[in-house]
């Protein structure tokens, strides 16, 4: 989103997560609910003591209700793309506050060490979106992009295949990309 002088908006929606994004008929993906979404411009604050979004996908930063920029975005990209990899999310726990934990202070168990299959550069993707310190993570929307399309799977996942994904797995949550060629 840019403002009227072509200059970057920065927003960050502070609540990436599945229930949020949406597949088009097309295969488009799109990010849908901005109703926690800030401006970086914006010079008002979350008030003191509320987290806003949902836990297992806000980055460390936002739990610790610092200054956020769009790299807490993408480390919710980073938690979703471990579910579609792993069927499973990076940081777990029995209630809330061991969730906070985990996020805060534990490193996920590689996505190869639960599945073989899963390509070592998609992990490293994956990881690298998922480093406690902001400053580790990729500093762009654009920057992971690139990243996802150099990547070794990027010729086997387009609109088509997304499309079929979707089709086959429809009501039945998150679950995991089986990345073989199509």
């Known amino acids: 989103l840019k403002t009227d002088d072509d200059e970057p908006l920065n927003v960050v929606h502070r609540d990436v997560s599945p229930q949020n994004v949406m597949v088009s008929f097309n295969g488009e993906v799109k990010l849908i609910d ?11 604050h979350t008030a003191a003591g509320s ?7 806000m980055a460390p930063e936002q739990l610790r209700e610092e200054k956020l920029d769009g790299r807490c975005d993408l480390f919710a990209c980073g938690v979703m793309l471990y579910e579609l990899l792993v069927g499973r999310r990076p940081f777990r ?3 809330a506050l061991s969730i906070l934990e985990a996020v805060a202070n534990d490193n996920p168990v590689r996505p190869r060490d639960i599945d073989r299959s899963v390509p070592l550069d998609l992990e490293t ?18 920057e992971l992009a690139e990243a996802l399309l150099a990547s070794s799977v990027a010729d086997k996942w387009d609109n088509r295949a997304a499309k079929r994904w979707w089709t086959e797995h429809k009501g039945q949550g998150a679950g995991r990309i089986t990345l073989a060629a199509s």
Do not use: N
């Open 34 to 44: 901005f109703g926690l979404a800030a401006s970086t411009m914006k010079t008002e």
């Open 51 to 57: 987290i806003m979004g949902k836990l297992a996908y």
């Open 93 to 95: 726990g029995d209630h």
């Open 125 to 142: 993707i994956c990881l690298k979106c998922l480093e406690k310190d902001p400053a580790d993570r990729y500093q762009s929307a654009d």
